[in-house]
């Protein structure tokens, strides 16, 4: 995957020099390509290798290097590489990343899970669980990863379509498309956009107070980000999510209020009752669904179906993303400050989605989260597949 990133990075470089600004567009399409792919493959990484009880702490450092990716391009690109001859500079710095992580990450082992399910590779699953969990764990790990997929077979065998038809995956696959479409639709994604003239409203005439805000906006997401690594596996999932949502509507609602009330040609007590709102709203944004969502969401599912589930609702993440930065030009035009109450409406479902649909992972097993689906959804499949009994068998036996 990173051949992606790496091939998009020399497209930026050579296009300043070539002169052809198609090279840029060829770039962000294979750049969009690796984008949308690590973002799935990653959480689910991340998931897989993780203990339990450390589960949401790893699952955090997507969300915290995705952050720093924030603030590192909001200082270069506004204080350092903002000129026309170094523009390219700062696009070709994503090729960086991805040759460190070439040289990096292949000593790594391999998913465990991966590694006992589907390659039946038991020697190289326990050097795996050595490597993560510790050698006290590796018997015990084992043990969960069998009994896990001994449970997912009693169920019929599901693709994309199953995901859909199945009773027992409708209710996580809601959660999971849900959860992963507020990142986008939570109204975060255009507050970073309208910011901007929120502070130009502050410091009409000091463009680098306007430009040390806009980065400070990604330093309190970065800064958020590594709380979580703190707060997810003791508060708990469910309670970031749902408590996050539910400020985010009173900070929304000031926001507006704000934003109606504040003199735009000068800097009153509203405008700066607008900023701390708008910092506020980031810092409950990255310690709920921006980081929670790729913990929990993974967590949702067993192997067998796991890597299709987190791959659609990454796709309405993405989609949703994309209908924000279609409609934001026609909803700032007709409602200016108004369209933040329209979020308002739609941080109120997510709250009342989350109250009572979603259910807290922290510390289950995903035998333990999966059991609660099927004893929600449908009939279950009593009888285990002979072929899938008799392979697990043996494996234990290895």
Wanted: hydrophobic share 50%; aromatic share 12%.
């Amino acid at each position: 995957m990173n051949l992606f990133s790496i091939s998009a990075a020399l497209m930026y470089g050579s296009s300043k020099v070539a002169n052809n600004f198609e090279l840029v567009i060829m770039a962000r399409i294979v750049g969009g390509v690796y984008a949308g792919i690590i973002m799935g493959i990653t959480p689910l990484f991340l998931t897989e290798i993780s203990p339990n009880k450390y589960r949401g702490a790893v699952g955090s450092n997507q969300k915290v290097f995705l952050a720093l990716g924030i603030v590192l391009a909001q200082t270069l690109g506004i204080f350092a590489l903002n000129t026309e001859d170094n523009w390219h500079i700062l696009l070709s710095l994503t090729g960086l990343f991805s040759l460190l992580h070439l040289l990096i990450f292949p000593p790594c082992p391999g998913s465990p899970r991966w590694l006992i399910i589907t390659d039946r590779n038991l020697k190289s699953a326990k050097r795996a669980i050595k490597s993560y969990y510790g050698l006290s764990e590796v018997g015990q790990v084992v043990d969960e990863i069998i009994i896990e997929h001994v449970e997912e077979s009693k169920e019929q065998r599901v693709g994309v379509v199953g995901l859909f038809t199945n009773p027992n995956y409708r209710l996580p696959l809601l959660i999971s498309v849900t959860v992963f479409s507020s990142v986008q639709l939570c109204g975060i994604p255009t507050m970073y956009i309208f910011a901007g003239s929120v502070f130009e409203m502050i410091w009409p005439n000091d463009p680098d107070a306007v430009s040390y805000a806009i980065v400070g906006m990604g330093l309190v997401e970065f800064l958020a980000s590594c709380s979580t690594i703190y707060l997810v596996d003791r508060v708990g999932r469910r309670p970031l999510l749902l408590y996050n949502f539910a400020i985010m509507i009173v900070l929304f609602s000031v926001v507006t209020l704000s934003l109606t009330l504040a003199n735009p040609n000068e800097a009153d007590a509203w405008a700066y009752i607008s900023v701390v709102c708008i910092y506020s709203a980031i810092f409950c944004f990255a310690i709920g669904p921006a980081c929670v969502s790729f913990i929990i969401v993974p967590e949702l599912w067993s192997q067998g179906p796991r890597p299709t589930a987190v791959s659609i609702a990454v796709q309405v993440q993405w989609w949703s993303g994309v209908l924000i930065n279609f409609l934001f030009p026609y909803m700032q035009a007709a409602m200016d400050a108004y369209m933040f109450a329209i979020f308002v409406v739609i941080l109120i479902y997510y709250t009342l989605f989350t109250y009572f649909l979603v259910p807290e992972t922290k510390l289950k097993s995903f035998e333990e989260i999966a059991a609660q689906f099927r004893s929600k959804g449908g009939e279950e499949i009593e009888a285990m597949h002979g072929e899938e009994a008799f392979e697990m068998s043996k494996i234990k036996s290895q």
